[in-house]
């Protein structure tokens, strides 16, 4: 373990990059030799003009986007983009369809219905307590997107292939898996966003990654800081931007290409990750996962005991192993593993190691 950390399996914000944080601690009074840190310097500076721009460009290199993409950066995380995307891309005379597949994608729906849009839901899987991805959708082929979201961090379960909307472009809230995997479809995808918190850095940012076209269908009567073509025409510093935030992202950005090695990279630790733990899931009945296990996600990993007292026994044991961030969210209970890039392997065998050993004792 280094430095007395403890493996932190927290669903956000969640566990970043050892590397990161000591270049963080390192530079932070002096950034470059400028005499000052990064919190300090102007938005307008060379400086930061530099961390923006590598920023977007890692972000574009590890996707693959082209030059049709732009990455914006806008605060607000990833709930003011619920109610942005109706903002900027409805009126009334065109509807959207959303999956639900809950929590996150219910608030992006809400969000729609609050602003009286006319959107449709699709599909949804309330029907078992969102605990699988619907399948076989029919799509309205009118609509001006097709919403989802990409991994439920709470209910755990995850799209493993892209849904076929046909010509309609996916917009996906990928806050808790964006880049943990390569996108080969990426050119079905009009727009996605993520808050930072999860996956790609610290918490007051969201990246938005739109295509062309969706910049041209944005609405023009909305507020100047609602507005997608705001961000994308002033480089996302219409106004002062989350400097530090997008300096993390930065940073997060150049581990996951320079050290890891990239999507394929990350793709094959993330599933040797999730592996170790569903393995000892599937054993037998000692640990239940919520989600079926086709949709399952390999960032959250969630699952009960066999009652509540066991859970509770479970995680705070667990904790006074150093393994913490183990309680499921309150909206559920029992128990989430959440594996992100930044969680090491190392961290994921002790928690395996621990869960069976856990269940030795107990079961
Ligand atoms: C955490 C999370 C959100 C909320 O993000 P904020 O940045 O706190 O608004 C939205 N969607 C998903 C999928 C999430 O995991």
């Not at 005379?93 to 699709?122: C, L, P």
């Not at 969706?214 to 023009?220: F, G, H, S, Y």
């Not at 913490?324 to 930044?342: E, F, T, W």
């Not at 050993?357 to 107990?362: E, Y």
């Amino acid at each position: 373990m280094t430095k007395n950390r403890i493996h932190n399996f927290n669903a956000g914000p969640s566990a970043m990059p050892i590397e990161v944080l000591e270049e963080i601690q390192s530079s932070f009074l002096n950034y470059k030799g400028c005499g000052m840190s990064v919190t300090e310097i102007s938005h307008r500076s060379q400086l930061f003009d530099d961390i923006i721009n590598d920023a977007q460009d890692r972000i574009k290199r590890l996707l693959n986007l082209g030059d049709k993409y732009k990455v914006l950066f806008i605060q607000g995380g990833a709930s003011m983009q619920f109610a942005l995307l109706p903002m900027n891309f409805l009126n009334d005379s065109n509807t959207a369809d959303y999956v639900d597949t809950g929590t996150w994608s219910t608030k992006a729906i809400q969000e729609a219905e609050i602003q009286g849009k006319n959107i449709r839901v699709a599909a949804s899987s309330e029907d078992r307590k969102f605990s699988y991805i619907p399948k076989n959708i029919e799509f309205n082929a009118d609509a001006v997107f097709t919403h989802i979201t990409s991994n439920n961090t709470i209910k755990g379960t995850q799209w493993h292939t892209t849904p076929d909307t046909g010509s309609v472009p996916i917009i996906a809230d990928m806050s808790s898996d964006i880049l943990s995997r390569p996108m080969p479809d990426i050119d079905k995808y009009g727009l996605i966003y993520a808050g930072a918190q999860k996956n790609i850095g610290a918490a007051g940012v969201a990246v938005v990654i739109i295509r062309d076209d969706m910049l041209d269908k944005v609405q023009t009567t909305i507020p100047t800081m609602m507005q997608y073509t705001t961000y994308a025409e002033k480089n996302s510093m219409f106004n002062t931007p989350s400097c530090f935030a997008i300096y993390y992202i930065q940073l997060v950005m150049k581990w996951l290409e320079e050290k890891i090695g990239g999507l394929e990279a990350i793709d094959k630790l993330n599933r040797q990750k999730a592996a170790l733990i569903y393995d000892i899931i599937d054993q037998n009945d000692f640990y239940q996962g919520t989600a079926e296990k086709e949709d399952r996600s390999l960032m959250n990993i969630t699952f009960r005991l066999q009652d509540t007292d066991s859970e509770k026994r479970f995680i705070e044991e667990a904790l006074s192993n150093e393994l913490g961030g183990l309680k499921g969210h309150k909206s559920v209970g029992g128990c989430r593993a959440s594996i992100y890039n930044a969680i090491t392997l190392e961290s994921v065998k002790t928690l395996a190691g621990f869960m069976t050993d856990f269940q030795k004792r107990n079961g």
